[in-house]
């Protein structure tokens, strides 16, 4: 069967690739010389062939600088850290992000440790993130999280009033495969259960408490979504992914903005049960809600 972007013109065919990107903002780019074809700075006007290959040196962007010089330590042993981890901040560094993460802020906090992170956040997620402080309590936290026998608790700002008090959902969880490469789905993927509880109810919003039993990426996020319940701030699930695609344009409106929400998305990691890696011993860690999720239960009307 023929690719159905075999013979695109080159700023058409990387627009649809590239979803950062609008069709401006690629054809600026080429016109850059920044890309490449068939070993030559290419034209937005060529035709592309199936199998060629495309160079793309994107610009340098300078990262702002991070608004965080340290982070509040909620646990700390000979080998354990845990940290309350903002709500605009990484777990770790990427191409574009290296400043303004959780292992870059603890380099600066602790020189003399070199925490190793044994689970993730998502970035727009706060609170409890566990790090190792050596590779055999690495290898041993890791093993636990692994077999789901840390105990997880979430609480979540959701859109609309939930009519049952708990819930089990047990609904698989898989990439979506859209056009959003990022976003997950419902219903087709690997086995993700979550308990929920409703913590309390407003004129159109509830406060919820979930229990991930798996590990799936985004599982609270998209079992909430799925149940008609999308948390408040959260754009790659409210709707069909646009407000992410906007947000990542930066072309998010006041009108977006009100239609989220909230400038993030309403999920906290409240608390993690594990077991110390020597003793054995049950540690309970927990974070306090942060200023902004406290400011969203209050202006929403609901109280934890």
Same mark, same amino acid.
């Given at each position: ?22 069709? @401006? ?58 940290? @309350? ?14 400043? @303004? =993460? ?40 890791? $093993? ?34 859209? $056009? ?13 259960? =979550?308990?929920? $509880? ?31 319940? &999308? ?45 110390? &890696? ?21 202006? =929403?009307?609901?109280?934890?």
């Amino acid at each position: 069967m023929q690719d159905p972007q075999d013979g695109l013109r080159l700023d058409r065919y990387l627009t649809a690739r590239l979803h950062r990107y609008s069709r @401006n903002k690629v054809q600026e780019l080429i016109e850059s010389g920044q890309v490449f074809l068939r070993g030559r700075s290419a034209k937005a006007s060529q035709r592309v062939s199936a199998g060629e290959t495309i160079i793309i040196r994107y610009p340098r962007r300078e990262e702002p600088p991070c608004p965080h010089q340290t982070l509040q330590v909620l646990y700390e042993d000979a080998e354990i850290l845990a940290v @309350n981890k903002p709500g605009d901040t990484l777990s770790h560094p990427t191409d574009k992000a290296h400043r @303004n =993460t959780v292992t870059s802020i603890l380099r600066g906090q602790f020189p003399d440790l070199a925490p190793r992170l044994v689970h993730r956040l998502d970035r727009e997620t706060s609170g409890v993130l566990v790090l190792a402080k050596s590779r055999e309590a690495a290898r041993a936290l890791t $093993e636990q999280f692994a077999a789901h026998v840390v105990k997880k608790e979430y609480w979540a700002i959701a859109l609309g009033q939930i009519s049952w008090a708990a819930k089990t959902v047990d609904i698989p969880v898989g990439r979506e495969d859209l $056009e959003v490469k990022v976003r997950q789905k419902a219903g087709s993927g690997q086995e993700a259960r =979550t308990e929920f $509880e409703r913590l309390a109810l407003s004129d159109g919003f509830s406060l919820v408490k979930a229990r991930p039993l798996t590990g799936r990426l985004h599982q609270i996020r998209v079992h909430l979504a799925h149940l008609g319940h &999308p948390i408040l701030g959260d754009k790659l699930y409210a709707g069909a992914g646009e407000y992410y695609m906007k947000a990542v344009r930066r072309q998010l409106t006041t009108k977006d903005r009100l239609a989220l929400g909230a400038e993030r998305q309403m999920l906290h990691s409240r608390a993690l049960g594990l077991a110390q &890696p020597s003793s054995g011993r049950e540690l309970l860690i927990e974070a306090p809600l942060p200023r902004d999720f406290e400011d969203c239960l209050a202006r =929403t009307g609901l109280h934890g």
